[in-house]
């Protein structure tokens, strides 16, 4: 069964003190690792497809990188804007569409 | 612009009761799921379709019913055999060519049980 944990569960940052958010993952064959921002009451937002191990991809003080065990959310200089909860999915390599979400971890940056 | 939308944003189901969510997207995307999220927990999926006239359940069926006569629409029905229905209803698409199969989420429905 595909597991994904995420660490830690909440984390809180004073403005422009950078840190990382791990997601590890247990996948029999990875299709694609996915993250995702989900700020209170609303749908997650899509923001990483990450494919294979060695990969990074980044927008603007966020970086995504994926070894074959874990991927790392880099937040450089973070604002509070950036507050919200951050949640790491997998899909593995063939069956359906099924992704496997985890927990997420609750970053709040204070001003 | 093109989305995902999802209507109500709130429901209030007395127990008993079926509803129906509604989830609409102009993606022109050929998947469509329902993922329930509950505090503390990660997303679990409901159903998904891949085609018009298509669906399979995902891990949470149990209590739900799904329809897809049209490829744009993607309607969720909680009926009453759900046991604990209060939750945050999530509707996604995505298109399934090629790598680009990355899932995008509108923005939510809460139901509540009274």
């Known amino acids: 069964e595909d597991q994904v944990t995420q660490s830690p569960e909440a984390l809180r940052l004073q403005e422009g003190e950078s840190s990382s958010l791990n997601c590890s993952y247990t996948?029999?064959?990875?299709?694609?690792l996915f993250w995702y921002r989900q700020d209170p009451g609303k749908g997650p937002e899509f923001l990483f497809t990450?494919?294979?191990a060695g990969e990074e991809k980044e927008k603007e003080r966020l970086k995504a990188t994926l070894t074959k065990k874990e991927s790392f959310l880099h937040i450089t200089a973070p604002k509070p804007e950036d507050s919200a909860t951050y949640l790491c999915?997998?899909?593995?390599?063939?069956?359906?569409?099924?992704?496997?979400f985890g927990t997420g971890t609750k970053l709040q940056v204070i001003p | 612009d093109g989305g995902i939308t999802q209507s109500p944003k709130y429901l209030f189901r007395k127990e008993g009761q079926n509803v129906t969510l509604s989830c609409e997207q102009n993606?022109?995307?050929?998947?469509m799921y329902w993922y329930r999220q509950d505090p503390g927990q990660g997303l679990r999926l409901i159903y998904y379709?891949?085609?018009?006239?298509?669906?399979q359940k995902g891990d949470i069926a149990e209590g739900y019913s799904v329809s897809r006569e049209k490829k744009e629409s993607f309607p969720l029905t909680v009926t009453s055999a759900q046991k604990n229905p209060t939750a945050f209803y999530l509707c996604?698409?995505?298109?399934?060519?090629?790598?680009?199969?990355?899932?995008?989420f509108g923005p939510g429905t809460r139901l509540t049980v009274l």
């Open positions: 990450l494919y294979s």
């Open positions: 996948v029999s064959g990875l299709r694609g």
């Open positions: 993606l022109n995307h050929d998947a």
């Open positions: 999915a997998v899909r593995r390599v063939g069956g359906y569409q099924k992704v496997t």
């Open positions: 996604a698409s995505s298109i399934l060519a090629g790598d680009t199969d990355t899932q995008y």
């Open positions: 379709s891949q085609i018009v006239n298509d669906f």
